[in-house]
């Protein structure tokens, strides 16, 4: 069964930095593109940033860029998330995923959550002022 658990959310004042992980069961999990996507409370889920499998490839939200990376380890099947110069608005459940499909070759193809098929229980992150 496919499980993807992330952890390392928390509390942190504004301007400060978080680093999320996500742990990816591999068993039944085909090596497709991995994403991080999060939603505040009242709003639609939203992509962050994604990585393809071969890990040349990322992409970002225009509202994080420049402050956070995506990477992943592949020899302990995890995706990161490292957050730095946190802000307010970046308060928000996140949650990691992995795609349905391979590859996924347009921008908006890869921020879609639709086609995301694989998703962790979230984790919540809080920035405040």
């Known amino acids: 069964q496919v499980q993807l658990v992330e952890s390392g959310g928390g509390l942190v004042q504004a301007g400060n930095s978080l680093r999320l992980s996500c742990a990816i069961s591999?068993?039944?999990?085909?090596?497709?593109?991995r994403g991080w996507f999060r939603q505040a409370p009242g709003k639609e889920r939203e992509f962050v940033a994604a990585i393809n499998w071969r890990g040349d490839r990322t992409l970002y939200a225009d509202s994080v860029k420049g402050r956070f990376s995506i990477s992943e380890d592949n020899t302990k099947n995890t995706v990161y998330l490292q957050m730095n110069s946190l802000k307010p608005e970046d308060t928000a459940v996140y949650y990691c995923?992995?795609?349905?499909?391979?590859?996924?070759?347009?921008?908006?193809?890869?921020?879609?959550?639709?086609?995301?098929?694989?998703w962790g229980q979230g984790t919540q992150v809080t920035v405040s002022s």
């Open positions: 995923a992995v795609a349905l499909v391979s590859p996924l070759v347009t921008n908006q193809d890869i921020m879609a959550v639709t086609n995301y098929g694989y």
């Open positions: 591999t068993r039944a999990l085909p090596p497709y593109t």
